[in-house]
């Protein structure tokens, strides 16, 4: 979700159409995963405009960026130049109480790809697995 630049006002519509979508749905389980295009300091780096953004959507809509509180791994997008976190796992209270575990796969290689791919598991009450895992590769 690019929010910088020319296209900007047109990327400001998006969060407000994930604002809307989020409160619709509050009562339920949901995720919002992929590449957001912000730098919200993991990295130590300064937090840029779409960072901001990040930062605002997950405070107004209580969402928690498991990036940044119990995710392992930093570098979501890399190449032999720079290394980056722009591709995030937010989730509502309604899925964090069954979240186990979130992570980057920092040593997934795909030649044809600079993201790397988020994971994340958790426990549904009635499941009879231990974890479900969702995997998400961006392009």
């Not at 995720?31 to 993991?42: A, E, P, Q, T």
């Not at 976190?85 to 989730?91: K, N, S, T």
């Amino acid at each position: 979700m690019t929010t910088m630049g020319s296209l900007a006002q047109e990327e400001n519509v998006k969060y407000t159409i994930l604002e809307g979508v989020v409160q619709e749905f509050s009562r339920f389980p949901v995720i919002v995963m992929g590449n957001m295009n912000g730098h919200v300091g993991i990295l130590g780096e300064k937090v840029n405009e779409n960072g901001c953004k990040l930062i605002d959507f997950c405070e107004k809509s209580k969402f928690e960026n498991l990036n940044v509180t119990i995710g392992n791994g930093l570098h979501t997008c890399e190449s032999k130049e720079w290394k980056a976190a722009i591709d995030y796992v937010l989730v509502n209270h309604e899925v964090r109480q069954h979240v186990r575990e979130m992570y980057v796969d920092e040593n997934n290689f795909d030649i044809d790809n600079d993201h790397q791919m988020l994971v994340l598991k958790y426990k549904w009450a009635g499941s009879s697995s231990d974890a479900l895992t969702w995997l998400v590769h961006l392009h």
